[in-house]
């Protein structure tokens, strides 16, 4: 079975690590230097350690190169995410107003807050339909250019036409302004004519 912790368990890399960097291996028990529940554990303050000599089982010299050593491969590390295995985890939002994940193996989305679900093959088609309207193939795009330039021809025609109509109204009315003005005119040369005869045939 090999070597196990106290519990009968496996080592892990993060037991191993906090075994290797705990100074009591070179003489240094530390107490006081940390909190949680056993599972969580967060450290405290180095202000906050208590340390108490105990009997070493390396030298502290062997112990310093130890943790240098993995100093060195910590600086070197490069932080790892998980990659989404889903296409829209994370970015799916419940009506609720909080996101919705894919949890174990079951393929749907969930919201934790009020336990909705929805199946990931759903969303995917929804999106996948949804995305089309952004992409336009050659063929989509040469027949969107053909029917504008069709739409600009004719606004272009019937502005034109609207621009003759407009000239032909100004012209009558031109036309009718000054017929009219001509008519008042001989109108007022009549009276003046007949102004001095009316006079004469009262008399």
């Keep these: 079975m090999g070597y196990r912790t106290n519990t009968g ?8 690590g906090r075994l290797l960097r705990d ?59 998980k990659k989404a295995l889903h296409l829209l985890a994370g970015l799916v939002h419940c009506e609720c107003g909080k996101k919705m994940y894919i949890y ?48 600009i021809a004719e606004k272009e025609t019937l502005l034109e036409n609207s621009r003759t109509e407009l000239a032909k109204l100004k012209k009558k009315l031109q036309e009718m302004v000054t017929s009219d003005l001509k008519e008042k005119c001989q109108r007022s040369d009549s009276e003046s004519y007949m102004h001095p005869l009316k006079n004469r045939c009262s008399k």
């Design 9 to 16: 368990k496996k080592f892990s890399h993060t037991t191993i």
């Design 23 to 81: 100074p009591a291996a070179k003489g240094m028990r530390r107490a006081n230097y940390s909190t949680g529940d056993g599972t969580n554990i967060v450290m405290k303050p180095e202000s906050e350690w208590i340390m108490l000599p105990c009997e070493p089982i390396v030298t502290e010299e062997l112990w310093e190169e130890c943790n240098r050593i993995l100093d060195e491969q910590e600086k070197r590390k490069t932080p790892s995410s």
């Design 104 to 151: 174990h193996t079951a393929p749907v989305y969930k919201c934790r807050q009020c336990k909705r679900k929805i199946d990931v093959e759903d969303i995917d088609t929804i999106f996948h339909e949804q995305l089309k309207d952004f992409f336009l193939t050659e063929t989509d795009f040469k027949s969107a250019e053909q029917e504008k330039g069709i739409e």
